[in-house]
């Protein structure tokens, strides 16, 4: 399993227009792939224009095929894409699951 964290930092008083997108893009990416295995997004209440994706798939593949989607595309290499300042990331391999 390939596990990804992206820590991404929002340009300023955008967090409102990329939650919409993220809630846009989940259904028509992530719960339509078989190798996507969880996607998930968190917003930090005290750190404002930050997200957090942790996303984990079944190997590179699968992520690649993730990445190579239409919604992917549009949604997140397009209009995601404008309103971020910076990101990192950062790959995982899974040691512990209970």
Known sequence: MLAKVFPINLKPGKQAEAEAIVREFAPKGPEQEDGTLSFRVYRDPANVDYLLFVEHFADQ????????????????????????????????ELLVSI
């Open 61 to 92: 593949a699968a992520y690649d095929a993730h990445t190579g989607s239409p919604a992917y595309q549009e949604l997140i290499a397009g209009r995601f894409a404008e309103l971020i300042v910076e990101f990192v990331e950062i790959d995982h």
